[in-house]
C-alpha cells in the first residue's frame, strides 16, 4: 500500500518534529491540532514553544514555505489520509491514574473516517494493555472495519527527547507493536523512511510495558543517585566525584543527581505502568517517584540553612530562582522542580525567578534579565541548568547581590572556587 498523504494528530513536542520529518520526506502531511493559536503559528512557520530545538525552526520554515505542511482544526482531513500518526497527550490525573480521554476522542474522531487499508500508528505513551482494551475495539467499532483485514494498526511509542527532537526523532531505534504481520511491514516500512536507526518489532503489550519501563528505570536511577546525594551531603563527600569513580566501575553508570525530576515523561510513565497492575504493587518505583518529588525541598531547606548562617531573617529576603525549566536549554516548564522550590519558599521576604526561555508566570516576579535578578538578591538557587548559568562570572554576581549565597542543584559552580570568593555555597550532593 503506497502512502502519499499522512496525517500527525496532535502538534505538540512530538507530532510537530514528527510532522516536519515527514514533510521533510516528501510526504504530503496535514497536522491536526485544536489549538487555534498553535495552528496560526506553525502556518507562519513559527515554533509554538521556547527553547533550543537544533534544527528545527529552519526545518519548520522549509516545509510551511513549500506547502508540504499544512496545520489546521478540521478533523475531515482525516478521510484523505494513507496513514495517521496520534502524537496525543496521555496525562495522569491528581490521583495519578491515567487519563486517555483525549486519546480515545482522537482515536474516534480516526475512526469515524477511516478508509480501507489506512495505517494507524499510536506514538502516545499508553498504560500497558490499553492498545488492545481501548484502541482497536474504538477502531473497529466506530469504523465497522476488521483490524488486519481492512485497516492496518501498529503502537509506536515516541523517544523524543525535548532539546534535541529532530536529532533523536532520527538516531533513536524504533519499537513497533502489533497485532498483525502486514501491519507490521507496512509500517516499519514507512517509518524505515524517517527512523536511521535499527527497528524492532514485537507485540502490542509488549511495546506498551517497553515504553513505560524504560521511563520508569530512568526515575529509578535518578532516584538511586538522589538518595546517595544526600548521604554524601551527610556524610562530607562530594556525590559527583563519588559518580565519577563509581561509574569507572564495569557495569556502572549513575544517573546526576538534581534539583528533582520534572518533565512530561519520567514524572508520569512510572504510574502508566503501575495503573495496569491489579495483583502486583511494586515498592520501588513510588518510592523513587518520592524521593525524586522530595528534592525541590531538600533544595529550598538548604536555601534557608545559608541564609540563617548569613544571619539573613527569611521573612525580608530576597532570594532569586534561576531555571524555571524542567530540564536545561529548554523552555518547557511542565512538572519542573522549580514550581516546588517556589512554594517552599513563599514566605521569603520576595521572591524573584529567572528563565532565558520558559513563559513567565503570573504568581512571582519573572525576568529574563539576569541583572534585575541578581540586584539586591540574599539567595540565587539554580533549579535547572540551562547553558548560560554555568558561565555566571562570580565577580559580578558578588557585585550585584546584597548577600553572597548560591544554592546549587545541579552542580554549576565549584564549591572551593564559590567560598574562596566569599560566598556561602550550598550543593545537593556537596558535603561541607
Ligand atoms: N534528570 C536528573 N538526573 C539525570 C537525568 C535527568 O535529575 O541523570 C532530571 C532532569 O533535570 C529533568 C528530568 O530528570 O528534570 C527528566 O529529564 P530527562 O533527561 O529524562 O528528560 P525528559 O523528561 O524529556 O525525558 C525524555 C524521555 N523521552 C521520552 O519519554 C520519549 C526519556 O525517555 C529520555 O531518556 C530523555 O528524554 C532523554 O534525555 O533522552
Redesign the pocket.
Known sequence: MKVNKVCVVGLGYVGLPLACLLAKKGFETFGLEKDERKVNLINQGELPFKGREPGLRELLLEVVTNGRLVAGNNPEVLTHADAVFICVDTPINDNRMPDTSSLESAIADVARRLRRDVLVCVES?LPPKTMNKKIIPILEALSDFRLGKDFYVVYS???????NAIE?LLKNPRIIGSNDTDSSSIAVELYSSIVEAPIYTTDFLTAEIV?TV??AY?DV??AF??EIALACEELGADVYEVRRLVNTSPHRSM????????????TK?PWLLISSLEENSPRLIPTARSI?NSMPKHLAALAIEALSEAGVEFDKAKITIFGLA???DIGDARN??AFDVIDALANAGELIVHDPYADPIDRITFTRNVDDALIGSDCAIFV??HTEYARFDLERMSALMKTRIIVDG?NLFDARECRRKGFIYKGIGKGK
Open positions: 505513551t511509542p515516541e523517544r523524543i527527547m525535548p532539546g533523536s515504553k524504560e521511563n530512568r536511577q535518578i543517585a538522589n544517573h546526576l543527581p538534581g534539583s528533582g525530576v520534572g518533565g512530561h515523561c519520567l510513565d525524586n524542567f530540564r536545561g519542573s522542580p535547572a541548568d545541579r
